[in-house]
């Protein structure tokens, strides 16, 4: 009895140790494990891409392809949540609300990978990033998504172990399905006549985040 009631205790103790070394590892890790964030940016597009195929309101079939180097000017706001899994690469999830074009938003929710130089996180050091997702934007037809990417750089300020202040310049590529104006008719197509409208939008995008 003795012997077992010696082994329990040598097993706790064990365990009790085990447990204050991962803590006292967490506390002195210079990074923490979980990050959490918010991102606003702006967002100027200067290429779009469009293809339009409706059946006009005077019976018509109309098919149209357009290549503008139009400049637009947007914002976007995301929240993210993540891991650091390395000090040097982080992945997280964001979602938020963007500007696509004129009269045009989404809803995007996107995974992205950021890679670190240099190897303390205590330092202020360069980034660089990319992303891929999908985005909610027909809201009258919501199963149909479109897609957005990203991939670009930027610098981290770190102002303590938690708090990170990053400054980020990407080339976002964005699919989507804005609305089909008829001009002879003064008015978007309706959706019973529309056939396809799908846009390819390429975007500069600058932004500042807080991580903590």
């Known amino acids: 009895m003795n012997r077992k009631i010696c082994i329990v205790i040598l097993l706790s103790l064990t365990g009790i140790l085990t447990a204050e070394n991962s803590v006292c590892s967490a506390a002195d890790r210079p990074y923490t494990r979980f990050t959490f964030g918010v991102e606003s940016s702006y967002v100027l597009t200067f290429l779009n891409f469009s293809h339009f195929n409706f059946i006009s309101s005077d019976g018509d079939r109309w098919n149209e392809k357009a290549l503008s180097a139009n400049v637009f000017s947007n914002g976007q706001i995301y929240l993210n949540a993540g891991v650091n899994i ?3 690469i982080n992945l997280s999830i964001y979602a938020g609300y963007s500007g696509v074009y004129r009269n045009e938003r989404m809803l995007p929710l996107s995974l ?9 996180p205590m330092k202020n050091r360069w980034l ?4 891929c997702g999908i985005a909610f934007n027909d809201f009258r037809n919501p199963s149909r998504l479109s897609a957005e990417g990203k991939a670009g750089a930027g610098y981290r300020i770190s102002l303590n172990r938690a708090v990170k202040l990053d400054f980020l310049l990407s080339l976002q590529e964005v699919y989507t399905h804005p609305r089909a104006y008829e001009s002879d008719a003064g008015n978007y197509v309706p959706a019973e006549r529309l056939r396809r409208n799908d846009a390819y939008l390429t975007a500069l995008s600058f932004g500042l985040a807080l991580v903590f």
């Open 86 to 88: 390395s000090p040097k």
């Open 128 to 131: 660089a990033f990319c992303s």
């Open 112 to 120: 992205r990978a950021t890679w670190f130089s240099g190897n303390d």
